[in-house]
């Protein structure tokens, strides 16, 4: 829980006021995009008469872009427009996409005539219906984009006490209670906005995420004088480029064995003032060869395409590292109702505040100080869990399909299989705690890692890992159906779940997480000991915690 050291804060602006209207924006938002998400794969094949697989690519191609466009969001608001204005963007563009989806519910001829989907003869939908839901799904993911992309860094930034200082505790607590919000709002949307949604119809189940996405961009702007507006690193992109330029004309320059301070190139008051030894073939951009010809007189470069600083080397550093440390191949596909989420979610939630409320302190206690499990380890065992939930899956499905076909209903794609739908819970739950473990570590490791000006790129880089999953997914999913049909066979994932092998492309999964797994570990070991971010000052008293 955030804690007292935050209520002393210097600056005017920002401070605990401002929290509960930066949650509120992002847990909105997130509650009208999930509120969609569940049921959108039956909205596509009964109201635009699309097969299973196209369908599923459809979502899967939406939920990359809508995890990849907060890391194109965190660099123009790092380096050109600024968290807030980002924010402001994103509430706009998102509200306009899910009124034009809604749209499609209501305006007559947007989407083909209806159909029994068991029989052949369906007419498919035409381009001049498919092009506003594609615009649709396109506005949302830019709108989300531009709010994930600022939202928690902003948030982080109103905690900053106007000497530069932040309590590391109070940070951790803060990213903890930020996802429990977030996942509460999400137990609304798979509950309520798809009981709406499969009871009272599209139009109303498609209007209320609609009503709910408008009171997020309105709580946001609600309290735009109180919030601290940091102003964008204008040389941010142009300075990780110059980084490359002048490692590449450098390239040929010897590294020294015993480098010193004098060496280097560096800011003044720069709190580094000699760069790391990882990734050493970018230390050539900062290194000064002649200090005459290399620096003007009050000393910055000559030439800025021939010499760095050590911050701008450290800062591109940072980013390579931290965006190679973990990449998802497993795919979210769920063939369940879009309820039933709310267990991982569920799981997700009394975990954070179990471990945050009851846990830390308890071993805190035993230890006499401070103590936390380390975020590798965390991370780590995130992968196993979610390695576990697939496998748990894959078990539960094979039975399933079992029954399905000794019942003799495999032909009757409809028909419900007398299996409790409660054998989902241990997936549900074990993919709540990778949750809970990977994701969050994720977040707490880029933003703590990389320097302060790459604050909202820190808080979206877990998107990026989940958006090239989806892309994966969907490339994993087309040449499974397409290898496994041929000869003539039905494949393992065809629309009749009865009649195909689901429960073998579970096991793929599972095989290929811990393919994941084992890739993270040789990552943790290329990394080396995290160190901290650069140019960050924390309490001194934070310094007293250690690893459980």
Not at 13 to 24: D, E, H, N, S, V
Not at 311 to 318: G, P, W
Not at 326 to 335: K, L, Q
């Amino acid at each position: 829980m955030i804690t007292e050291p935050l209520l002393i804060n210097k600056n005017p602006k920002g401070g605990l006021r401002t929290l509960p209207f930066i949650i509120a924006n992002e847990a909105f938002e997130r509650m009208a995009t999930v509120g969609f998400t569940p049921n959108m794969i039956l909205y596509l094949c009964r109201e635009y008469n699309m097969e299973t697989t196209p369908a599923t690519n459809i979502i899967f191609i939406w939920t990359a872009a809508t995890n990849f466009l907060p890391i194109v969001g965190a660099l123009l608001a790092d380096s050109y427009v600024g968290r807030y204005r980002m924010i402001g963007f994103g509430c706009f563009t998102c509200l306009l996409g899910m009124v034009l989806l809604w749209s499609t519910t209501i305006l007559p001829g947007a989407k083909p005539p209806a159909c029994d989907q068991l029989r052949n003869g369906c007419e498919s939908a035409t381009w001049s219906q498919l092009m506003p839901l594609y615009f649709a799904f396109g506005l949302m993911s830019l709108g989300s984009g531009g709010i994930r992309s600022s939202s928690l860094a902003f948030g982080a930034e109103q905690l900053d006490k106007g000497d530069g200082t932040k309590s590391k505790g109070a940070l951790q607590s803060y990213f903890s209670w930020y996802y429990v919000f977030v996942s509460a709002s999400s137990i609304v949307a798979v509950t309520c906005i798809v009981y709406i949604q499969d009871n009272l119809g599209w139009k109303v189940g498609f209007g209320v995420p609609a009503v709910i996405m408008l009171l997020s961009a309105l709580t946001f702007f609600l309290a735009s004088p109180f919030y601290v507006k940091s102003k964008a690193n204008t040389s941010l992109l142009p300075g990780l480029a110059q980084v490359l330029v002048a490692s590449f004309k450098n390239r040929r320059t010897k590294l020294p064995t015993q480098a010193t301070e004098e060496m280097y190139h560096h800011g003044k008051g720069s709190m580094r003032l000699m760069p790391s030894e990882n990734l050493r073939f970018l230390n050539k951009a900062c290194m000064v060869k002649h200090p005459e010809q290399d620096l003007t007189p009050d000393g910055r470069a000559s030439n800025p395409s021939s010499l760095c600083t050590v911050e701008q080397v450290e800062e591109l550093k940072a980013l390579i590292k931290a965006s190679s440390m973990d990449r998802h191949v497993t795919p979210n596909f769920e063939i369940p109702s879009g309820s039933f989420t709310i267990f991982a979610i569920l799981t997700l939630t009394i975990w954070i505040g179990l471990y945050d409320r009851a846990l830390l302190p308890l071993a805190s206690k035993i230890k006499g100080k401070p103590c936390q499990l380390s975020l590798k380890l965390r991370m780590g065992i995130g992968l196993l869990f979610s390695t576990a939930s697939m496998t748990a899956w894959a078990i539960v499905e094979a039975a399933r399909r079992s029954i399905a076909i000794n019942e003799g209903i495999s032909d009757d794609l409809r028909a419900v299989v007398q299996m409790s739908a409660m054998w989902q819970l241990p997936y549900l739950v074990l993919s709540g705690l990778a949750m809970a473990f990977n994701m969050i570590g994720q977040t707490e490791f880029y933003y703590t890692e990389l320097p302060k000006s790459m604050s909202s790129i820190a808080s979206t880089l877990s998107g990026a890992g989940l958006s090239a999953a989806n892309l994966v997914a969907s490339l994993i999913m087309n040449a499974v159906d397409d290898i496994t049909k041929r000869g003539g066979k039905g494949g393992w994932i065809p629309s009749n779940i009865n009649k195909g092998h689901y429960d073998y492309y579970y096991w793929l999964l599972t095989a290929l997480s811990m393919a994941n797994f084992l890739y993270y570990l040789a990552c943790c070991k290329a990394y080396g000991p995290f160190k901290g971010r650069v140019g960050t000052a924390f309490d001194d008293k934070d310094g007293m915690e250690e690893e459980c």
